[in-house]
């Protein structure tokens, strides 16, 4: 098919920089439908993301319908408990993660996601094609904060993969690369607190600072 051209929607005004430095992960949904005209539009945003060769190998898998995102929704509540269980921890329910735990509110995630209004999983056409497939899904998640819909990127774990293809028809040749919850949040979006760049960040040489 013929490439096309795709013009910036008006609904997507939000500064970039206020995007960005206000995006955080968003794990608390509302039932909130979103609608078809919005959901286009993160489409056609993942869709303009850079990519090797303009190749265009991302693939996007979007659930709505009640019965798929609840079945999903099972699947990742048991990918998450066993991603846990094979780090070695002994919880089994998030009651019993520490409230100061990294996992505490990723374990929320677990709960919460047979209740999304939309997911989008997303794929690499082949194998060895993450790199042209990551920014299509960070470029969808911004687009996502300028609509004022909530998001947040996680993954799945591989005792679960295969009934996830099976379930949706997705192609063996196909690689999985991370599913995208979505909704309008309960809570708020940034300020989010970071780690400040001069200790993330080498200048030449690794653990060479900066020069700010």
């Given at each position: 098919?013929?490439?096309?051209?795709?013009d910036p929607p008006p609904e997507l005004s939000m500064p970039i920089g206020e995007a960005m430095f206000s995006q955080r992960a968003?794990?608390?949904?509302?039932?909130?439908?979103?609608e078809k005209a919005h959901?286009?539009?993160?489409?056609?945003?993942?869709?303009?993301?850079?990519?090797?060769?303009?190749?265009?190998?991302?693939?996007y898998l979007f659930l709505r319908e009640r019965s798929s995102v609840e079945t999903f929704g099972a699947l990742y509540h048991e990918a998450?408990?066993?991603?846990?269980?094979?780090?070695?921890?002994?919880w089994t329910r998030r009651e019993e993660i520490p409230d100061d735990s990294v996992f505490r509110m990723p374990a929320l995630l677990a709960d919460e996601m047979r209740n999304a209004p939309l997911i989008v999983l997303a794929f690499g056409l082949h194998a060895g094609m993450a790199h042209s497939v990551f920014p299509g899904m960070q470029n969808l998640m911004l687009a996502a904060r300028a609509l004022g819909i909530g998001s947040t990127l996680t993954t799945l774990h591989p005792q679960v993969i295969d009934r996830v293809y099976a379930l949706f028809d997705v192609p063996e040749q196909a690689e999985f690369h991370g599913c995208i919850p979505l909704g309008y949040p309960r809570g708020r979006f940034g300020p989010t607190s970071r780690r400040p760049t001069n200790t993330t960040t080498y200048a030449e040489r690794w653990?060479?600072?900066?020069?700010w």
């Open positions: 098919m013929k490439p096309i051209r795709l968003i794990r608390r949904l509302k039932p909130d439908p979103i959901l286009k539009i993160l489409l056609d945003a993942a869709s303009k993301a850079p990519n090797g060769g303009n190749y265009q190998p991302g693939r998450w408990w066993a991603k846990r269980r094979d780090e070695g921890h002994a653990n060479q600072p900066p020069p």
